[in-house]
């Protein structure tokens, strides 16, 4: 149980484009969910926390018209990183909390992002 | 002073010893611990969570937690080669979990 996956899992995109990465829970249901961004040798950094239905909370210095987090449904978030640059290449990770489990938070398995 | 602070490492243990990793944090507010295993490249797997003072034992797994001293720790007895990660404590107030940097531990054959 408590499985959450994450698509794509590796994504290379061009300066300025747009990326869209999905998150899931797939046997729970995920009032909130979490996005993490970890940079080489470092640890996770909290970007956002999305509740289903209403908008999510950025951390300061997230700049929320760049990481646009939807979080439509209990099972799914999604993050749109728009206009692209080679310094948001890193490794984006999801989490989301399951109520029933004391709020534990189970990882999706990462999507690195390389922006050339 | 850091939130969550860990000792970088590595920690490096023969096979089949026991390994001990050490977190203290600095919210006193804090309510749930947890301990998770990241290898290279992949992403953390949450492997042990500890809510009140005392031991709680999974396995090979053994979490304590003192919430005077602010500390929790995770040992792990009969160490594997399979067991060489970064081990992050993560620290939960509210719904929002703070992560330390993380300890490389590395077991030797």
């Known amino acids: 149980g408590a499985v959450v996956s994450q698509h794509p899992s590796r994504v290379i995109c061009k300066s300025g484009t747009s990326v869209k990465i999905e998150c899931r829970s797939l046997d729970f249901q995920a009032t909130t969910m979490f996005w993490y961004r970890q940079f080489p040798k470092q640890s996770l950094m909290l970007m956002a926390t999305?509740?289903?239905?209403?908008?999510?909370?950025?951390e300061q210095g997230v700049e929320k018209d760049k990481f646009l987090i939807n979080h439509a449904s209990l099972t799914l978030s999604t993050l749109t990183v728009t206009s692209a640059h080679p310094e948001d290449s890193s490794f984006y990770i999801c989490s989301a909390a399951d109520g029933t489990r004391n709020y534990e938070q189970y990882f999706g398995p990462g999507t690195r992002l390389t922006v050339t | 002073q850091k939130e969550v602070e860990q000792n970088s490492g590595p920690l490096s243990v023969p096979e089949g010893a026991i390994a001990s990793l050490n977190c203290t944090y600095s919210?006193?507010?804090?309510?749930?611990f947890f301990w998770y295993r990241q290898y290279s490249g992949k992403s953390p797997e949450l492997i042990m969570s500890?809510?009140?003072?005392g031991d709680k034992e999974d396995g090979r797994f053994t979490a304590q937690l003192n919430k005077a001293s602010q500390y929790v720790s995770l040992l792990i007895r009969d160490s594997q080669p399979s067991d060489s990660a970064t081990y992050l404590c993560?620290?939960?107030?509210?719904?929002?979990?703070?992560f330390g940097t993380g300890t490389q531990l590395k077991v030797e054959l």
């Open positions: 919210d006193r507010g804090s309510q749930s």
């Open positions: 999305s509740n289903e239905g209403s908008k999510a909370t950025y």
């Open positions: 500890i809510y009140s003072n």
């Open positions: 993560a620290v939960l107030r509210g719904n929002k979990l703070t």
